[in-house]
């Protein structure tokens, strides 16, 4: 295969070696695991965690181990957390963000004047902002002031599984296409297949939109409503996403690819979906409340449900499957009228 032959070519290996020191913003799940993916391929670099939490902070550094989100996989000698920005960012060449979205813009406040405005920042958060309704390509710009160098990273691509070290395909989106080259020398390995991409647009709202369907999928699973329900379910929420990315800019083929379908396919039936879980225990008739106040993970696709409606609007694209989404998670309707609603849509012509 050609791209086997890429990953042992002269050019990866030297741009990775040259990399001595990555910072990852948050000490969630995905952060953590991105950053062990780099670790275990450039021995001699360092990964740096930046937390808020000074006990996590001391379990990873004496314990290399992520005790709160990855609390059955060892880190390896050379990730190590802090909770100073100023340590974390010295001598930085790259900068992970993987803060919550919702979380972004006081973070990215409280350490701006830190921030170098050549460091390349790495987003791999995905939502919508739910009091602005930006993306984090326009967050990110907003709250620091300066055009900075950045990266917006998506797939299919669960954390335990990248910790695992088995195979997954990624995205790297940015309009600087040499800086999307970068990135993906940086993260490909035998481990992992990188694509470019200047769609930065696509790759997020692909990746914001497919945690609101996933929600649906797992209503349908938490009602029992069978595998004919959630392919239809599914299939109409892809339709759905396709319409409104390409009314808002998005290429076609960002939609049908590996952020787009193929994270919409994990997202909706992987067991490992936080997203999913959310709307299966929604679907078995438990209060929004009580599943968010036990679960010490975030799922965006409860907060980027309340974007959608408005996105709708602003784009007269008709969202049914992921309107009726919004309208669960803020309680207006039940899950199962909200299956209801939908099947009783009126008849329809097949739509591109």
Not at 48 to 56: A, F, H, I, K, V
Not at 65 to 86: F, G, H, I, M, Q
Not at 206 to 227: F, H, R, W
Not at 261 to 268: A, E, P, Q, S
């Amino acid at each position: 295969m050609r791209w086997s032959r890429y990953f042992r070519s002269k050019e990866e290996s030297d741009g990775l070696e040259r990399v001595e020191k990555v910072v990852v913003f948050g000490g969630g799940s995905f952060g953590t695991a991105m950053g062990v993916s780099l670790a275990r391929q450039n021995k001699a670099g360092q990964v740096t965690m930046l937390l808020r939490d000074p006990y996590l902070c001391k379990d990873i550094n004496e314990q290399h181990c992520n005790t709160r989100y990855l609390k059955d996989y060892e880190l390896p000698p050379n990730v190590n957390a802090t909770t100073s920005a100023a340590e974390a960012l010295a001598g930085a060449q790259f900068a992970i963000h993987a803060v919550p979205v919702q979380h972004t813009r006081a973070f990215l406040q409280g350490i701006k004047e830190l921030i170098p405005p050549t460091l390349p920042i790495i987003s791999v958060s995905k939502g919508i902002e739910v009091t602005s309704g930006q993306l984090m390509s326009e967050v990110i710009p907003s709250v620091l002031g300066k055009k900075q160098p950045t990266v917006y990273l998506s797939g299919p691509s669960f954390a335990k599984e990248v910790m695992m070290g088995r195979p997954t395909g990624i995205v790297a989106a940015s309009k600087d296409k040499a800086l999307a080259r970068s990135v993906q020398r940086l993260f490909a390995s035998p481990d992992m297949r990188v694509n470019t991409t200047t769609d930065v647009i696509g790759v997020e709202i692909c990746g914001s939109l497919k945690n609101v369907l996933a929600i649906a999928a797992g209503i349908v699973e938490g009602l029992d409503l069978g595998p004919n329900a959630m392919a239809a379910l599914v299939a109409q929420g892809c339709s759905e996403i396709r319409w409104l990315a390409t009314k808002m800019g998005a290429k076609a083929a960002t939609i049908s690819g590996l952020s787009g379908l193929g994270d919409i396919m994990l997202t909706c039936y992987g067991s490992l979906s936080r997203n999913r879980t959310v709307g299966v225990r929604l679907g078995r008739g438990e209060r929004l409340p009580d599943i968010l106040a036990s679960s010490s993970q975030v799922a965006e696709g409860v907060a980027t449900a309340a974007v959608v409606v408005n996105l709708a609007r602003k784009y007269r694209v008709q969202l049914p499957v992921l309107t009726a989404v919004a309208q669960v998670v803020d309680g207006h309707i039940t899950a199962e009228q909200a299956v209801f609603e939908i099947m009783n849509l009126p008849q329809i012509e097949e739509r591109p």
